[in-house]
């Protein structure tokens, strides 16, 4: 069990809106392909295509490609500023072609961080490694490697609460029910990526992301029970 401490609670609400799309032939629009087309029509909000000279915060927009599901979340200040946007996209388009939305299914929430236990699966590729941290992790046993990607879920978690202005005063802690590692294409590399199921005791709203690129649908999470 990998624990750390943050500082002290200033709030505890997540407000969501989630966008689920349905366009025909969706298969041909991957989450950067929808980050792309979005991100070039709302080019003057700088949320909506992560390119600014901003140092790195946490994406308050990030484009999701769960199965046969493509979605775009928005938090906080920009739970609203997406649902509004939204209302005019009527179309999607790639190199492959212009795709028609035939409806859009709007959520609006807002989401209480609780101290429970709760467990998840990502649900979408998560990028826990970096350069700094990724020849430690492959020196690292069996037992040693569980505990280090434990200790990053506690992280990547304290880096989100954090970028959505969540301070909560009690520790966080994780537990890796099981993980296995692959490879996937990200930022024109391969990057060693991982599945897992985990119990974290900080209650998140599904679809949310943790760890790197986000923004792209990567560290998509889902509760399980």
């Known amino acids: 069990m990998s624990t750390e401490k943050a500082v002290q609670q200033s709030a505890d609400v997540i407000k969501v809106c989630r966008v689920k799309l349905n366009v025909p032939d969706q298969n041909y629009i991957s989450s950067v392909k929808l980050r792309g087309f979005l991100g070039s029509l709302f080019v003057d909000d700088a949320e909506f295509h992560h ?26 200040d920009y739970a609203k500023i997406l649902m509004t946007k939204m209302s005019v996209v ?18 609006l929430s807002t989401w209480h961080v609780r101290n429970v236990s709760c467990c998840y699966d990502f649900v979408t590729p998560w990028l826990a490694l970096n350069e700094a941290n990724y020849s430690e992790f492959k ?13 990053i879920i506690v992280g990547n ?10 301070f909560v ?19 024109g590399n391969s990057f060693e990526a991982f599945t897992a199921r985990f119990f974290l005791n900080v209650d998140l709203p599904d679809f949310i992301g943790l760890g790197k690129s986000v923004s792209k649908g990567f560290g998509t999470i889902r509760r399980t029970l």
């Open 157 to 166: 978690t304290l880096s989100c609460l954090k970028g959505l202005g969540i």
């Open 51 to 76: 390119h600014s000279e901003r140092s790195y915060h946490y994406p308050l927009i990030q484009y999701k490609r769960v199965k046969d599901d493509l979605m775009i979340l928005g938090f906080q």
């Open 139 to 151: 020196y690292c046993d069996g037992t040693e490697q569980k505990a280090f990607l434990e200790k």
């Open 169 to 187: 005063d009690y520790r966080i802690e994780s537990f890796i029910v099981s993980f296995s590692s692959f490879c996937v294409g990200a930022h």
């Open 90 to 107: 009527d179309n999607i388009s790639t190199r492959l072609g212009s795709f028609r939305v035939h409806s859009q299914e709007l959520d």
